[in-house]
């Protein structure tokens, strides 16, 4: 009965241990007027979804736009106040992120992005 726990305590911390989420993040103080932030998935498998966390403060009015590798825009944020609180946790099917930040004056602050591509990893045996 022992061994059969031990056993089983085993394969859970094994498949538990096999896929674990790791997020990316980038850290920008003092964005540039009419920056373009450019974000790849390295790894090229097949893309699904995308979880992207976009938080930070602005002293200035500011619009900024999520799009894909093609330039549809997906999201537009527009931050009250200069607070920026945004999340995107949907299908995504491209390789790259592009975050455009446009603004009529350079605003100082800081905006921190955390992201991860979904993927369909394609396993070989």
């Known amino acids: 009965m022992v061994k059969k726990i031990f056993l089983l305590l085993g394969i ?9 989420v790791t997020y990316k993040k980038i850290n920008i103080d003092n964005p540039d007027l009419n ?5 790849k998935n390295e790894n090229k498998e097949s893309v699904y ?3 992207c966390k976009i938080d930070g403060k602005v002293n200035d009015v500011i619009e900024m736009e999520l799009t894909n590798e093609d330039g549809h825009v997906l999201a537009k944020i527009i931050p009250k ?9 949907a299908d ?3 390789n790259e ?7 009529n004056n350079t605003p100082s602050g800081y905006i921190n992005i ?12």
Do not use: A, M
């Not at 106040?81 to 946790?89: E, H, M, P, Q, V």
């Not at 992120?97 to 603004?103: A, P, V």
């Open 81 to 89: 106040n200069g607070r920026i609180k945004f999340i995107y946790d």
């Open 92 to 94: 995504w099917y491209s």
């Open 35 to 39: 920056n373009e932030i450019i974000i």
């Open 12 to 20: 859970l911390i094994v498949f538990s241990s096999c896929h674990t």
């Open 97 to 103: 992120l592009k975050i455009k930040i446009f603004s």
């Open 49 to 51: 979804g995308l979880y």
């Open 114 to 125: 955390v992201y991860k591509f979904k993927e369909i990893y394609n396993y070989k045996y």
